[in-house]
């Protein structure tokens, strides 16, 4: 169905199901009819390809996606969405829907069943509330896609795509950079949306690289290092780590002179590279007993 970025249809639909907004299940329905196509283009939907989206709403950037694209599969938890959809999107043959919480579907295995052979790619215009368990277990999974382009609160935008170093970085800067390459692509306003958030909103795409720089224990020595030294980004990693990683200051300081780090330094001025030979240095001098 077109127009369901119009909100007369928006509305008739709403009368016709008899459906009220969520504001719990972060129900932000998209009416800038310029959005969808762009996120769908950029976010890689093409003849050949699979989709996976995350929140349908009413269904109006699925239709896009199946407009373009081989195969959508689009995960909604609000049932009170199933009938509408098959109003909405009753012309493509190609999407399925599937009832669930994203946050509890088994992605590897559906990636796997669902768009066997294809490169398959992440859109969504995501629920805010879960915005970074939803990037992290699409990262961390290490799954079979090429990319994620979602839209999320500006703010969020901001972070997860910072530089590193810099004053705009967090631990998920770190791990974004660390698994993909991150690319803001355009700014979206409170007002393209129904009801209106307060906040303004971005989209993003993250690259999955193809190769990790590290795996297994090292990865998670990694990344307990990072969560540690951002755990108050203001303090001195002599003072996070220690305290988070329960070692001495000075076996900390050792560490940074090392890899050629300031004893002084504080999270936000580590690279990725930086993080890397700290968090290996790190653990090798408490194995070491020095
Ligand atoms: N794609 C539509 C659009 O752009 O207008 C709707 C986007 S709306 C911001 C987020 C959608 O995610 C809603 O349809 C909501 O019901 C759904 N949702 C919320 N929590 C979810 C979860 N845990 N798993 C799957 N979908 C969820």
Same mark, same amino acid.
């Given at each position: 169905?077109?127009?369901?970025?119009?909100?007369?249809?928006?509305?008739?639909?709403?009368?016709?199901?008899?459906?009220?907004?969520?504001?719990?299940?972060?129900?932000?329905?998209?009416?800038?009819?310029?959005?969808?196509?762009?996120?769908?283009?950029?976010?890689?939907?093409?003849?050949?390809?699979?989709?996976?989206?995350?929140?349908?709403?009413?269904?109006?950037?699925?239709?896009?996606?199946? /407009?373009?694209?081989?195969?959508? %599969?689009?995960? #909604?938890?609000?049932? $009170? =969405?199933?009938?509408? &959809?098959?109003?909405?999107?009753?012309?493509?043959?190609?999407?399925?829907?599937?009832?669930?919480?994203?946050?509890?579907?088994?992605?590897?295995?559906?990636?796997?069943?669902?768009?066997?052979?294809?490169?398959?790619?992440?859109?969504?215009?995501?629920?805010?509330?879960?915005?970074?368990?939803?990037?992290?277990?699409?990262?961390?999974?290490?799954?079979?896609? /090429?990319?994620?382009?979602?839209? %999320?609160?500006? #703010?969020?935008?901001? $972070? =997860?795509?910072?530089? &590193?170093?810099?004053?705009?970085?967090?631990?998920?800067?770190?791990?974004?950079?660390?698994?993909?390459?991150?690319?803001?692509?355009?700014?979206?306003?409170?007002?393209?949306?129904?009801?209106?958030?307060?906040?303004?909103?971005?989209?993003?795409?993250?690259?999955?690289?193809?190769?990790?720089?590290?795996?297994?224990?090292?990865?998670?020595?990694?990344?307990?290092?990072?969560?540690?030294?951002?755990?108050?980004?203001?303090?001195?990693?002599?003072?996070?780590?220690?305290?988070?990683?329960?070692?001495?200051?000075?076996?900390?300081?050792?560490?940074?002179?090392?890899?050629?780090?300031?004893?002084?330094?504080?999270?936000?001025?580590?690279?990725?590279?930086?993080?890397?030979?700290?968090?290996?240095?790190?653990?090798?001098?408490?194995?070491?007993?020095?």
């Amino acid at each position: 169905m077109e127009n369901l970025s119009n909100i007369s249809t928006i509305r008739e639909i709403m009368d016709r199901f008899g459906f009220q907004f969520s504001k719990s299940l972060g129900q932000n329905f998209l009416i800038n009819p310029g959005i969808c196509p762009k996120i769908a283009e950029m976010g890689g939907a093409a003849a050949d390809t699979g989709v996976l989206e995350i929140g349908t709403g009413f269904g109006v950037l699925t239709h896009e996606l199946a /407009k373009r694209a081989k195969r959508v %599969v689009a995960v #909604e938890l609000d049932s $009170r =969405l199933l009938p509408v &959809l098959e109003y909405t999107l009753s012309e493509h043959k190609n999407v399925k829907i599937i009832n669930q919480d994203i946050l509890k579907v088994d992605l590897k295995k559906l990636i796997e069943t669902e768009f066997t052979g294809m490169d398959v790619y992440v859109c969504a215009n995501l629920p805010y509330y879960i915005t970074s368990p939803v990037i992290m277990a699409l990262l961390e999974k290490r799954l079979s896609i /090429k990319a994620v382009t979602v839209m %999320v609160q500006k #703010e969020a935008a901001t $972070r =997860l795509c910072a530089k &590193l170093p810099s004053r705009d970085c967090g631990a998920v800067t770190v791990a974004v950079r660390y698994y993909s390459e991150p690319k803001l692509l355009f700014s979206v306003s409170r007002g393209s949306f129904m009801p209106a958030p307060n906040v303004d909103s971005a989209v993003i795409r993250l690259d999955i690289k193809k190769d990790k720089p590290l795996s297994g224990e090292a990865e998670q020595r990694l990344f307990t290092v990072v969560k540690g030294a951002f755990s108050q980004r203001r303090k001195t990693l002599c003072n996070t780590i220690s305290s988070s990683l329960n070692l001495s200051k000075e076996q900390v300081a050792r560490a940074l002179k090392d890899v050629n780090l300031k004893e002084t330094a504080r999270a936000e001025e580590l690279s990725l590279d930086d993080f890397i030979r700290f968090s290996a240095r790190l653990y090798q001098t408490t194995e070491e007993g020095i």
